[in-house]
């Protein structure tokens, strides 16, 4: 009987070991506001999956939900992750106004300065200093994009007084100051419904990037495009990649390591590159549609510069109600940026 008892405990082992194995597979929904189309899904997303799958040998699996197939508004997302509908989501910061106030700090224009590379690397760098803003939820990791120009679909804007009394769809709450600063009106919606707000002729155009003008088509109806000189931006949007936090406890040890390899600083650099990168398929179709690009002399780009400067003004002192020092996370936030840049 002895050999029985020992093959029977052999067989339990066994059968305990696979369903051990077995039961350490698990799936993960991401969700998101953009099309299955966009560079986002295809080229961050998509990638990110694909090779936190292929590092776990499978263990991880991941299904996708662009476009808010999962239902619910872009506005929504956050909420989702936080309360566990989603496992991931990709989402902008800006479209849950007042949840990330020291975070808005590199969405600022003059604290952002036109690259999306080392605006992510530093916003990763300094997490710490953020880090109150994403109690509720894991950060996979957060990223801006190159930034804002002026998108028109009425006039041109040449000078600063040309931009006065325009109707502009805004990507945030500071983006929203940028615009008033301009003497323009913003308009806060979703950037999925600017193509129908533009062509209805509900605004004149938007504040936002020109990685963006592919995916929803905005050469179609663009007729104008306005940057400022040397590459510098009216501000940037932020977006986080971030995980329910029972979602990532869950998991094992094992599992846990590799979402945390693919996460952060050690993502940030690859990230930030492939934003800057983005940028080519919005210039690509901007020209093949031949919409004008104007770039702002430096003295009319001295004026939205006046106006940007009010704009960090007004943050730093409505940090001061918010229980956070904004001048010293402004001034933390420009040398992080600087040492990214290097």
């Known amino acids: ?37 966009s560079n986002a899904h295809t080229k961050m997303i998509q990638a990110w999956t694909d090779k936190v799958a292929k590092e776990s040998n499978g263990k991880l699996k991941f299904e996708l939900f662009p476009a808010m197939a999962m239902g619910g508004k872009p506005s929504e ?16 910061l800006g479209y849950t106004p007042g949840v990330f106030p020291r975070s808005e700090v590199y969405e600022l224009p003059l604290v952002h300065t036109g690259s999306a590379a080392a605006t992510t690397i530093a916003l990763n760098a300094t997490m710490d200093m953020l880090a109150d803003d994403f109690k509720d939820v894991k950060v996979l990791f957060l990223h801006a994009n190159d930034g804002n120009v002026i998108h028109s679909a009425t006039k041109p804007v040449r000078t ?22 301009m003497g323009a009106e913003a308009v806060g919606l979703p950037v999925p419904e600017l193509p129908e707000a533009m062509s209805k002729g509900a605004i004149d155009g938007a504040l936002t990037t020109l990685e963006i003008v592919p995916a929803l088509k905005l050469q179609e109806l663009d007729k104008y495009v306005t ?22 406890n869950n ?30 398929t919005g210039d690509e179709a901007l020209a093949s549609a031949k919409v004008e690009r104007i770039v702002l ?28 020092d904004g001048a010293a996370l402004v001034e933390k936030a420009r040398a992080a940026i600087a040492e990214a840049a290097k």
């Open 1 to 37: 009987m002895k050999p029985l008892r020992w093959l029977g405990s052999a067989l339990l082992i066994t059968c305990l070991s696979t369903t051990a194995a077995f039961a350490e597979e698990v799936t993960l929904t991401v969700h998101h506001f953009l099309s299955p189309k």
């Open 77 to 92: 997302l956050y909420g989702q992750v936080r309360d566990g509908t989603a496992d991931i989501v990709w989402t902008l």
């Open 160 to 181: 600063f007084e040309d931009a006065k009394g325009m109707k502009l769809r805004t990507p945030s709450r500071t983006g929203s100051w940028v615009i008033e600063g």
């Open 227 to 248: 940057e400022l000189p040397d590459g510098d931006r009216f501000g940037t949007a932020i977006f986080m990649f971030t995980m329910n936090k029972d979602s990532y």
């Open 251 to 280: 998991l094992s040890d094992d599992l846990k390591k590799i979402i945390d390899d693919n996460s952060g600083m050690k993502v940030a650099v690859e990230i930030g590159k492939m934003w800057e990168e983005f940028e080519k």
């Open 297 to 324: 002399s430096a003295d009319e780009a001295a004026k939205f510069k006046a106006a940007n400067e009010k704009v960090v003004a007004r943050w730093i002192e409505e940090s001061k109600t918010k229980g956070f």
